[in-house]
């Protein structure tokens, strides 16, 4: 233990390479990282980039194409989900009833696009959830190019989709998709 004191860190070890902006009153170890890293850190743990498709009589081949990227945390310490309200500009924060939290979502493509994938481009995840973002960012790109619109860029979104996420559940899967999408 160094007997410099960092005014950033009051847990009394030195972070060498750390400079800091603002010192932090917690007891633990948490160097200042920039604002971006944080927030990349953070949804690649409580973080979902997801693509459901709903059936649809009004949309072109049957179904509705929902991408989402959402983040939760406990209602008493969501104060990052209102921060990142802000800093995008964009997205809802409302209460889950599946697992009694709250939840920040961003469900337009155009706001997809234009603030929250520009981020994850800047500040990529560290862990395997970054290829999903990938992907995510395919399938937002071509529905913002109005691909989903085509057979061509349905399929394909369709595909990509369901290559992402493999551990969650799914509804429907890719046959019972473009099998509708085959007959309109």
């Known amino acids: 233990m160094?007997?410099?004191h960092d005014p950033c860190?009051?847990?009394g070890f030195e972070i060498p390479g750390w400079g800091c902006h603002r010192p932090h009153k917690t007891p633990a170890l948490v160097p200042r990282l920039e604002r971006g890293s944080y927030i990349s850190g953070f949804?690649?743990?409580?973080?979902?980039?997801?693509v459901s498709f709903h059936p649809s009589r009004r949309h072109r081949f049957g179904w509705e194409v929902r991408p989402s990227f959402s983040v939760s945390q406990n209602a008493d310490r969501a104060q990052l989900l209102h921060i990142l309200k802000e800093v995008w500009i964009?997205?809802?924060?409302r209460p889950d009833r599946s697992d009694k939290t709250v939840?920040?979502?961003v469900r337009c493509v155009n706001d997809l696009v234009h603030k929250v994938l520009p981020?994850?481009?800047a500040f990529p995840l560290l862990s395997s959830k970054q290829a999903d973002v990938a992907r995510f960012s395919l399938i937002c790109h071509l529905m913002f190019e109005g691909k989903h619109l085509e057979r061509e860029g349905f399929e394909q979104i369709v595909m990509t989709a369901m290559e992402m996420n493999p551990s969650g559940r799914r509804k429907y899967f890719a046959g019972e998709i473009l099998a509708l999408a085959a007959i309109r």
Do not use: P, Q, T
């Open 2 to 4: 160094s007997n410099h």
């Open 9 to 11: 860190n009051d847990s």
């Open 43 to 50: 949804v690649d743990g409580e973080g979902c980039f997801c």
């Open 90 to 93: 964009c997205g809802s924060i």
């Open 103 to 105: 939840k920040f979502e």
């Open 119 to 121: 981020h994850f481009e």
